[in-house]
């Protein structure tokens, strides 16, 4: 079953405060090296073949981003590595 | 002759601020109705309020999901139609996310939690803010997670420059809100959205003043004022 990705991080014009707290941590760590740090979101899609893209791409628009403040992108993996989404659960218990 | 004004009050899944709503309609005089996300019915109210909370436990982003909402469909077509939609804190992140204002609402800037009282200036006037005057300051309870309010540099002049800024912070930004605006409005003065929460500024007893009655006393004077509701 093919895998979607999708990624999804603020416009560069919005300020995010995350990823500086990130950058604030990475600095008492003592990583010197890393200038800047920008936060954002990947969902990944178990989706039926073959890959409908402009229903991917709805999806993305209209829901997993805020096209208002946030850009996206998607990638397909045609052969994904296996999940434990991918093995139905027992009724009743946990993974 | 008396009319009765029906003011709908939303409740998603998390929603928290939906009965504070509920009263101050009720102590503005008009009859607060339930109404429920899941169900395609507003029961013909003459405004619709959407509350403070946690809907769906602003899981994806703060009001994204409640946007989908059943009852959401409903509302977007009575807004449409002219129907006063006011949404508050969680509210206002809905009809951002629901298109019907502009912008959108992200985490706060500082990072923390801000739950204070907060003084407002009022600057435009709507069918929300009527009892209102421009340029008048209020103080209501902030109390907000995700409550900066952000946007393109061209939708914040476009927003400014029709007037469009419902009200904004002074004496302190609680969550760093571009241009400190804490509330904005569609071009009619209908669709509303504030951060601050109005209806915890009702009564001496538990507010920190009780301006935030005359956003209920409003529109019950504009629906009023407009022929709405039944006479008895």
Redesign the interface.
Known sequence: MPRVVVDVMLKPEISDPQGQAVLGALTRLGHQGVQAVRQGKRFELEVSDPVDEAAIAQIADTLLANPVIEDFTVHVQTMPTPTSMDRPLAPGRLA | MTTDIRVGVVTFPGSLDDGDACRAVRLAGASPVALWHGRHDLFEVDAVILPGGFSYGDY??AG?IAS?SPIMREVIDAARRGVPVLGICNGFQVL??SGLL???L??????HFRNRDQRLRIEARTAWTGDLAEGAEIVVPVKNGEGRY????ATLDAVEAEGRVLARYVGGNPN?SSRDIAGVTDPTGRIVGLMPHPEHAVEELTGPSTDGLRFFTSILASLVGAGAGRAT
Do not use: Q
């Not at chain 2, 992200?106 to 990072?111: I, Q, V």
């Not at chain 2, 952000?150 to 540099?153: N, Q």
């Open positions: 994806l982003r994204a989908f951002c996310e502009p912008g959108a992200t985490r706060n800037a500082h990072l952000v946007a393109t540099a760093g």
